[in-house]
Structures are given as structure tokens and as C-alpha cells.
């Protein structure tokens, strides 16, 4: 069993950066992948990033790439989501998740989830 907690969220103004943390209880956090999804209002639950369990991979959407960069601490059961560039497009409630041991792209793939954190970028 996992739980995870975001934090990090806010409002940001265009061209901006912030940066977004996912906590994990458990033992098991090194040997998750970990990623980071998004929805925006009306919108369906999308794929931003995720990572393999000892952060030698990672792969993002291609709306962010480039921009925002996801990172782990196995020490800490901490990942992270960089974002900078901002843009009003990026506003979402963004929430972190734990998979299995392959790299995943798909919700499916992931098995627990945070509560989601607010990001709003201003223009």
C-alpha cells in the first residue's frame, strides 16, 4: 500500500516556474514508477510525465517537454515535477501516481493516487 500527497501547487503568471512534490509513505517507493497527470477543467485526466523506479528513464507529453522536468529522491520518497515556462494551457489539478515496475504512460498502469494539487497560470 502507498499514499501519496502533492504539494506545491498555485497560482503562477505565464512565463513562470513552479515546482510540484509528491510524498510517499511506504517502503516500497524505490521500486515504483512513478508519474505525473493532469486535468483541466472539462477535460479528461492526462498523461505530463513519468519515471522508472531508479530515475534512468523518463518520458513526457509532448506538451511539456522541454519545459518540465520530473525527478525522484528514493531517499526522501519524493518525486518531483519542475515546471517552468508557464503557460495558461498548463493549468490543471495535477496529481502524482505509483505504478509498477515498467516505465507507464496510461492511468491504467498506475495503481495509487494523490489528491491532486492546483496549479493556475495566470496570462
Known amino acids: 500500500q502507498v499514499q501519496l500527497e502533492e504539494s506545491g501547487g498555485g497560482l503562477v503568471q505565464a512565463g513562470g516556474s513552479l515546482r510540484l512534490s509528491c510524498a510517499a509513505s511506504?517502503?516500497?517507493?524505490?521500486?515504483?514508477?512513478m508519474g505525473w497527470f493532469r486535468q483541466a477543467p472539462g477535460k479528461e485526466r492526462e498523461f505530463v510525465a513519468t519515471i522508472t523506479w531508479s530515475g534512468s528513464s523518463t518520458i513526457y507529453a509532448a506538451s511539456v517537454k522541454g519545459r518540465f522536468t520530473i525527478s525522484r529522491d528514493n531517499a526522501k520518497n519524493t518525486v518531483y515535477l519542475q515546471m517552468n515556462s508557464l503557460k495558461p494551457d498548463d493549468t490543471a489539478v495535477y496529481y502524482c501516481a505509483a505504478g509498477g515496475k515498467r516505465i507507464a504512460l496510461t492511468q491504467r498502469e498506475y495503481n495509487y493516487w494523490g489528491q491532486g494539487t492546483q496549479v493556475t497560470v495566470s496570462s
Open positions: 511506504g517502503r516500497a517507493f524505490s521500486t515504483y514508477t
